[in-house]
């Protein structure tokens, strides 16, 4: 068997501190002690309660100054985009045509999706990120790899081939037969092989025919495994382009329920532009909006009221949605989460930003049995973050008198320079600098 013990703070959510007492949503110990087992956690909590049980001969790394935490989970983010992040000018229309389609298009040769799939995973990792959900491209191939380059690193990873039948230039569409047989070909490959999953991902109603998404919600129906991956209500262009696809529809998110897409194993990423119905609809079905603050910021998309969403019980986890996001980091989307929230009059609390980033993603991905917190019996996915990891953040956290203040200055100075090491399964997965 083996066994690693690291000394240092820790800190994980148990729930969602905007609903139970924020006591009983998080555990912190600022001298605590993670137990790795066979790449599962053994015991988290306290250094002085439990050093002393420690196994005999249990090797101790002891990590002053770094802070302990579960992996991210980013709960939206499109691989094939690594390369038009920053993509100026633009907003969300034009920019699938100017910068995101011919960028797809590439994906159509399997070398370059796999040297891109290499790229995007050492990302997330240096970011601190061990689970995605992430769309690939229309290609089954830009799917086979990202699917073999996780299975490789043991990362518990959530993804699908887009389903795209319109409204996108040749070489981007697929038709309603070759995207039902790719998707049953790669659920049959892929789903749960490893620490993988699979989502079904029509990329918005505007791109997807009737028939193309009755066609995902019957693979939706034949397999309760997997996920539904999509977009909705993010930009005011497309709500209207999809009023007038679906003209018979009340509002955007009655296309997806029509089609036997809005269930509690389905993430929305967006949903900025949702009344309270819509809101109350997605809550009582218990799917879940990804919240991507950097993007709606970068592509004008609008603000995102996670304070009206948690006011209808809507389940929200954030993600980057690289690239309309322009960070991989799942600590800078906190900061901007809060910056949305500011604009609006509504602050968001560091913990409740913190769940959103871990916790809650894990949620959302229906892998919160495994991983998004570090219970024992989970498995190891953690992240060390360095409290000193820039003169400027030594300074500040230096400072900080609460737990809520470290983990706000943490968000507010982010980039990946912050992360010192990433593990996945209890394996080192990312050392920054390389060390
Ligand atoms: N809506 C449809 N496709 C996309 C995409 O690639 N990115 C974003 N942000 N929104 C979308
Ligand atoms: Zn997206």
């Not at 037969?177 to 620490?195: F, H």
């Not at 919240?291 to 986890?317: D, E, Q, T, Y």
């Amino acid at each position: 068997m083996s066994r690693h013990a690291y000394r240092a703070a820790l800190l994980h959510m148990l729930d969602d501190p905007s609903r139970v007492p924020a006591a009983e949503a998080h555990a912190y110990h600022p001298d605590g002690l993670l137990l790795v087992e066979d790449g599962h956690v053994a015991a988290f909590g306290a250094w002085d309660a439990l050093g002393p049980t420690l196994p005999e001969g249990t090797p101790v790394e002891h990590l002053p100054g770094r802070l302990i935490a579960p992996g991210f989970v980013d709960a939206h983010v499109h691989y094939p985009q690594v390369d038009v992040i920053a993509a100026w000018g633009a907003q969300l229309l034009d920019w699938l045509n100017t910068h995101t389609f011919p960028a797809e298009m590439a994906f159509a040769d399997r070398a370059h999706a796999d040297a891109v799939a290499e790229i995007f995973l050492d990302q997330l990792l240096a970011n601190g990120t061990t689970s995605a959900l992430a769309f690939c491209t229309v290609h089954k191939g830009s799917a086979e790899a990202l699917f073999e380059a996780a299975l490789a690193r043991d990362m518990r990873l959530v993804a699908g081939k887009v389903l795209m039948d319109r409204e996108a230039p040749a070489g981007l569409t697929d038709t309603v037969d070759s995207g039902r047989a790719d998707t049953e070909a790669l659920i049959r490959a892929y789903g749960g092989k490893g620490r993988l999953g699979y989502a079904v991902t029509p990329r918005f109603a505007v791109t997807s025919s009737d028939a193309q998404l009755a066609m995902a919600g019957e693979l939706l129906a034949a397999h309760p495994d997997v996920l539904l991956h999509t977009h909705m209500s993010e930009n005011r262009a497309e709500i209207a382009r999809v009023g007038g696809l679906f003209p018979w529809a009340g509002d955007y998110l009655d296309v997806y329920e029509r089609f036997g897409l809005l269930g509690p194993r389905s993430v929305f990423a967006h949903c900025i532009h949702c009344d309270e119905g819509v809101m109350g609809r997605m809550a009582k079905a218990g799917a879940t909006a990804a919240f991507c603050p950097s993007s709606n910021l970068l592509l004008g998309s609008g603000l995102f009221s996670l304070k009206r969403a948690c006011a209808c019980g809507m389940s929200v986890a954030l993600g980057t949605d690289v690239g309309g996001g322009g960070s991989f980091s799942q600590l800078h989307m906190m900061a901007e989460a809060y910056k949305i929230g500011q604009l609006q009059g509504d602050s968001l609390d560091p913990l409740h930003a913190f769940y959103l980033g871990t916790l809650a993603g894990a949620r959302a991905l229906h892998i919160d049995r495994r991983v998004g917190n570090l219970l024992p019996g989970k498995e190891a996915d953690f992240v060390v973050l360095d409290l000193a990891a820039t003169p400027l953040v030594a300074r500040r956290t230096g400072r900080a008198r609460t737990l809520a203040e470290t983990l706000f200055v943490l968000a507010v100075l982010a980039d990946d320079r912050l992360v010192e090491r990433t593990y996945l399964a209890g394996r080192l997965a990312h050392a920054r600098g390389g060390a």
